[in-house]
């Protein structure tokens, strides 16, 4: 047992403290009672049975009287809490953080100084639109929100997988939200953006256009929770000890890489385990493969501020990173679950305006109004103003101030004084208010303006980036991006709705717009009339590149197959002479195995060997997979192929463009596909025709488990031809 499986089984045991009970002793004064562990009501009073209600008689009614069922039923009755207004779906996990070299030039926060010291976090990803019950692989944007808990006090970086942002504005933000909800008549759909409301609001908002070029990629369908990007999206401010201030953006760059599920397997997933996601990133920390990901800073001096072409501020802008390279500073480790989801996952209360000495906001009036919202969020969902003392929330510095009382306050503070400045406590003296160079200080940036309620038109360009990011996609990154559209707008009940997209569209590319438009049974695309309609805005920048290579997913990650889950498909006559060196150098190479068969139990080899079955075709579809095994064995192969199931299991591998290796007769999976042992095998696809007795043979058996490992590396084979033909 790994140690990460250890602490897993005592949680499970309930052996840790905090298992959910006021446990052992509870101190008053110097007076210290000792619980014994047996079930009590809240205030202490043991319970002598906890399976019966107090009645007039056995057969007669319930007493009011029964103050332990009251209790229990009415703690019951408020369990629940209102949802997050937005990001309401979510999972998380404990960690820590180190920098890698002092980052004294730029900032002065104390978390980012000294390569030693480690910052506890807490990071919480979650998806936007859905409730608290969705299903974890919609199309949306997932947030990706980090909680440090550093010696200065918590800093709170509360990000997204997707650097820019659909409006400019935070009076946009409740329009937006209202829009992508579901629809208020009927509450449908349930965590989509493909209905009406959204692509109303969104095609008449072309400040919209970049984000939604993201938003119908398959960044929006992630794989994994641990193989995405984060990114602050806003710029913010470094400070150095000196006063001086650099812009920066903020990038979290996963060690996996940047990787999607296709869109027909996440709406599978979404069936079929709708917690893919959150069960993923459980799995993954209890076995002790923990999630990392680096800290990237872009840093812009402040001097350089208008030198990019586009404005800074405008968060549906992203600064290429062939402008200005992303220097890496850091590293994140997630290497604990938490031990109970609503106390944690539920309960944790993040804030773009938790900073920390150092760290500052620019001036981006989307993150100006945001400022606002977290705080009054919380006092809502977490019932008054005292969330910060949740042991979540807590921060691991001593904090001291007047403030005092309201629902739910649990520190007890002491004595006379609540005031200050004052004479008559201590705390005159010792909650001294620094009217120096101490603690955290504003930016003094020198502002002198009218007030005035309108854009800057610094923000008026809509499209360059739009297009910049397609052009910057590879051409299966490009076909998935035309087919999301596709998709989302033939869910549209109004016709003028999809027209006004395509209009947009082609201000982003015509070819695109054109493909998009047709199969949508409306007219060609009309660049004109988007230009004629209220809120369109074409002051284009020139941009010293076209494509960005670094906006694409292709190719990410250190081209290890590390946490890939395999799956081995098996029926009674399977060869284990095929099936057990390859799976030993699947999981040398840090994948996970699982065997799948027409039932639980075992099946046994052509050698009589009992081989143990993990899962069925009937509970565990292809979807869940990463890449399909079909070791030889004549008897296996001949069953399999008459299982629909499992044939099913191998084409809709194969249609989703995941690795498939065959050995000797396992290729009859494939035989639909019309590849037999010879043929040329399409790419990702591994069918070794050795001969089963020769697989005895280390060398064979290497040799396969070095082709498939390569194929699953790549992670996907999207340029399988005639994909659309196969029947899954
Ligand atoms: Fe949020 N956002 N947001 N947001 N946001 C919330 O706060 C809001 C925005 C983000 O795991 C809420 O505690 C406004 C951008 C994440 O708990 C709420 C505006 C980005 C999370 C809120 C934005 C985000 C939230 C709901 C525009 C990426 C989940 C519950 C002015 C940089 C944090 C809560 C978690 C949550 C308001 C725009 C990221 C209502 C008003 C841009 C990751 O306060």
Not at 158 to 172: E, S
Request: net charge negative.
């Amino acid at each position: 047992m790994t140690p990460q499986n250890k602490a897993a089984a005592g949680r499970r045991a309930g052996t840790k403290a905090g298992d959910g009970s006021n446990a052992k002793q509870q101190q008053l004064e110097g007076f210290t009672v000792e619980h014994p562990p047996t079930l009590t009501t809240n205030q202490g009073l043991q319970i002598p049975d906890n399976h019966n209600s107090l009645k007039a008689g056995v057969r007669g009614p319930t007493l009011l009287e029964d103050f332990i069922l009251r209790e229990k039923i009415t703690h019951f009755d408020h369990e629940r809490i209102p949802e997050r207004a937005v990001h309401a779906r979510g999972s998380a996990a404990h960690g820590y953080f180190h920098v890698y070299k002092s980052m004294s030039q730029f900032t002065c926060a104390d978390f980012l100084q000294d390569p030693d010291a480690k910052t506890p976090v807490f990071v919480r990803f979650s998806t936007v639109a859905g409730s608290r019950g969705s299903a974890d692989t919609v199309r949306d944007v997932r947030g990706f929100a980090v909680k440090f808990y550093t010696r200065e006090g918590n800093y709170d970086l509360v990000g997204n997988n997707i650097p820019v942002f659909f409006i400019q504005d935070a009076m946009k933000f409740p329009d937006l939200i209202h829009a992508v909800k579901p629809e208020p008549h009927h509450e449908m759909p349930q965590a989509a953006s493909a209905h009406d409301t959204f692509w109303d609001f969104a095609s008449l908002m072309p400040e919209s256009t970049h984000m939604l070029m993201w938003a119908m990629s398959d960044r929006a369908i992630p794989r994994s929770l641990r193989m995405m990007e984060g990114f602050g999206v806003h710029t913010f401010r470094f400070i150095n000890s000196r006063g001086e201030s650099h812009f920066v953006k903020f990038h979290w760059k996963p060690k996996l890489g940047v990787h999607g599920l296709l869109w027909d397997e996440a709406q599978k997933i979404a069936g079929k385990d709708a917690d893919f996601h959150r069960r993923d990133l459980w799995e993954a920390i209890e076995n002790g493969d923990f999630p990392e990901w680096e800290l990237g800073v872009q840093i812009v001096p402040q001097d350089k501020e208008h030198s990019l072409g586009f404005d800074l501020l405008d968060p549906t802008k992203l600064i290429p990173e062939e402008m200005v390279p992303v220097q890496k500073i850091g590293k994140l480790v997630l290497n604990r679950n938490p031990d109970n989801f609503f106390a944690e996952t539920e309960q944790v209360a993040f804030h773009p305006g938790h900073v920390v000495p150092g760290i500052d906001f620019s001036n981006d009036p989307l993150l100006q109004g945001r400022l606002f919202s977290y705080t009054d969020t919380q006092i809502s969902r977490l019932g008054g103003a005292n969330f910060h003392e949740l042991p979540i929330n807590k921060a691991v510095c001593p904090f001291h101030n007047m403030q005092r009382d309201g629902m739910h306050r649990q520190t007890i503070a002491r004595g006379q004084v609540a005031y200050e400045p004052n004479t008559l406590g201590s705390g005159g003296a010792e909650f001294r208010v620094d009217g120096g160079s101490n603690g955290f200080q504003s930016f003094p940036e020198e502002i002198d303006p009218p007030k005035v309620r309108r854009r800057s038109p610094s923000f008026d360009d809509h499209f360059t980036q739009a297009r910049l990011f397609f052009n910057s996609q590879s051409a299966a990154e490009k076909e998935h991006i035309v087919a999301a559209f596709r998709f989302e707008l033939s869910k549209l009940e109004v016709p003028a709705i999809r027209q006004r997209m395509v209009d947009n569209l082609a201000h982003v590319d015509e070819k695109l717009a054109r493909r998009v438009a047709e199969p949508l049974g409306i007219g060609e695309p009309d660049a004109k009339a988007a230009a004629g309609r209220a809120g369109f805005r074409d002051h284009r920048i020139a941009l010293p590149i076209d494509e960005s290579p670094a906006l694409s997913m292709a190719d990410t990650g250190d081209g290890s197959i590390r946490t890939r889950k395999i799956a081995i498909l098996v029926a009674d006559g399977v060869d284990s002479a095929s099936l057990k060196p390859i799976r030993d150098a699947l999981e040398q190479a840090g994948a996970q195995c699982k065997v799948v068969g027409p039932r639980l139990g075992t099946v046994a080899s052509a050698s009589r060997r009992q081989i143990d079955v993990d899962m069925t075709f009937a509970n565990t579809p292809s979807v869940m997979f990463d890449a399909v095994l079909v070791p030889a064995g004549t008897d296996s192969a001949a069953a399999l192929a008459a299982i629909g199931d499992a044939v099913h299991f191998v084409l809709e591998a194969y249609k989703h463009c995941k690795a498939i290796c065959t050995v000797g007769e396992g290729v009859q999976l494939l035989s639909t596909l019309g590849i037999v042992a010879d043929s040329d095998a399409p790419a990702g696809v591994v069918v070794a025709a050795t001969p089963v007795t020769n697989l005895g043979d280390a060398t064979a058996a290497t040799q396969i488990a070095h082709d498939f490992i390569a194929a699953i590396a790549k992670h996907r084979h999207w340029d399988r031809a005639n994909i659309d033909a196969v029947p899954a």
